[in-house]
């Protein structure tokens, strides 16, 4: 059984707080938000001000996604109550080590995700120091896109390299996650798994959810 992490990104925007509450209800782990600066990826989505109007709505811990440049700069408006986790892009950091160090001083869990043409290896010499790993299996920007076969092999690696290392990390995929393929993602090795158009579109959102936990 894996944790799930609905991607807010998917919701009608129109009734924020009526979808977040409709997934809470059901029974999710953590609401991921994807926050998105033109910049590092192709898209816009929202700051920090819309994560908040989500506070007392929201029962779940934040699990947020930091698809920006210079993350360092914004850390401390991310790091709220609610938040569990704050993940940062390899991409996107110049000192990714001082970077977890910045979210661990603010009392934070501190992750790092990797771009589908970034390999797993990239993050050797960080993964005794991260709290999650999560695994694009999409190119960042989008929601609604295919998922990119190759994650499943970096969720293994990650699993062997964490059971080999002693290493504590959880190991999260996001994008193109559904009920079809999460199965193979869970045998893989995968803790976390975040799931957007297939929980926030689905016609049974209830069934999706448990069929992506397992
Ligand atoms: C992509 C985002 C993902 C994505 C998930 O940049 O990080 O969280 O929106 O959405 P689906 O599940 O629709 O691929
Ligand atoms: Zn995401």
């Avoid at 995700?113 to 990239?122: D, G, K, L, R, Y």
């Avoid at 504590?168 to 976390?192: H, M, Q, S």
Wanted: aromatic share 8%; net charge negative.
């Amino acid at each position: 059984m894996a944790k799930i992490a609905p991607s807010m990104l998917a919701s009608d925007f129109s009734r924020l707080a009526e979808d977040i509450s409709d997934v809470c209800n059901i029974g999710i782990d953590y609401l991921h938000i994807d926050v998105m600066d033109g910049n590092f990826v192709p898209n816009i989505s929202f700051g920090s001000s819309v994560m908040k109007s989500l506070n007392g709505i929201c029962t779940v811990p934040y699990d947020v996604h930091l698809m920006i440049e210079n993350p360092d700069l914004l850390l401390e408006d991310f790091a709220t109550e609610n938040t569990e986790f704050i993940t940062v892009h390899y991409e996107a950091c110049k000192h990714l080590h001082r970077t977890i160090q910045h979210i661990h001083s603010l009392g934070k869990k501190a992750g790092v995700a990797i771009n589908p043409a970034t390999p797993v290896s990239a993050l050797a010499y960080i993964l005794d120091e991260v709290d999650l790993v999560l695994v694009m299996s999409v190119n960042p920007g989008f929601g609604g896109q295919k998922y990119i076969p190759s994650a499943t092999y970096k969720i293994a690696e990650l699993a062997k390299t964490k059971w080999f290392n002693g290493y504590k990390y959880l190991i999260e995929v996001d994008g193109g996650a559904c009920p079809e393929n999460a199965e193979e993602i869970r045998e893989a090795g995968c803790d976390i798994i975040v799931a957007g158009t297939a929980v926030f579109k689905a016609e049974d959102r209830a069934e999706a959810i448990n069929k992506i936990k397992g």
